[in-house]
């Protein structure tokens, strides 16, 4: 018996090994940990149901990310990528290839609605794409905000770099830092931004510095194993 279990925990040593090395695993391979739920958090994997996910849970591409009303769901990808998910939304990983020995690769997201924001990581700028109902979110930068309405119009704030945004009928434009971009699936409009989700002031992997609140704490309750 335990020689079996010792050699599983090997071979399952191996395997990330050869993720971490090799570009190829493109299909349900993991590729990124949960690192804050808020409130509670669910995940529906490739040919799987849905279910809770927890903290420290692994993530594998083509998994359907959502959490609830005032939930919020922070995951870090194997390319440092950061990704926090905020209230009442759906992200589903639709591919991530990655390949360290050039930092290059291949990454789409899907937000079907609500909030993300989205850090990028170790990947050149244009290995990323941001797809929605209404638009596609094409990454010349850092660290931006989606937000997706329940009719699928689209909004991006930047915070840092730059997204070119193309709606679905093709229209485009460049936004900036400081700048939010807008469509609705027909013309793509760009302002200096006025107000933006209060997820652009969250600290990823939880806000340690803020306010304690319930949702911190019944997190903490939520994430104790069985």
């Known amino acids: 018996g335990r020689s079996m279990h010792k ?29 804050y739920v808020q409130v509670y958090g669910y995940e529906t994997p490739p040919q799987g149901a849905r279910e809770p996910i927890f903290l420290r849970d692994d993530v594998v ?18 390319d440092n990528t950061q990704l926090i998910v905020g209230s009442s939304s759906k992200v589903k990983v639709d591919r991530f ?51 997706v309405a329940e009719d699928g119009s689209t909004t991006v ?24 971009g807008s469509t609705s699936g027909a013309s793509v ?5 006025v107000s933006i989700p209060a997820i652009a002031a969250a600290s990823f992997g939880g806000d340690v510095d803020g306010p304690s609140d319930s949702g911190e704490a019944e997190s903490e309750s939520s994430s104790h194993g069985g």
Do not use: C, H
Not at 104 to 115: I, P
Not at 158 to 168: A, F, K, N, Q
Not at 189 to 193: D, K, W
């Open 7 to 35: 050699g599983f925990g090997f071979a399952s040593a191996a395997i990330w090994g050869a993720l971490v090395l090799s570009p190829l695993y493109a299909t349900a391979e993991t590729v990124g940990q949960v690192a």
């Open 61 to 78: 591409t083509n998994t359907e990310l959502e959490t609830v009303i005032d939930g919020r769901l922070d995951v870090k990808f194997v």
């Open 97 to 147: 290839v990655f390949d360290p020995s050039k930092s290059s690769g291949d990454v789409a997201l899907n937000v079907s609605k609500g909030l993300m924001r989205f850090v990028s990581g170790r990947m050149a700028s244009q290995s990323y794409k941001v797809r929605t109902p209404t638009a596609t979110l094409g990454v010349r930068g850092t660290d931006f905000v989606v937000a």
């Open 157 to 180: 704030s930047v915070i840092s770099g730059e997204v070119e945004m193309t709606s679905g009928s093709g229209d485009s434009g460049g936004v900036g830092a400081g700048s939010t």
């Open 189 to 193: 409009s760009v302002s200096q931004t």
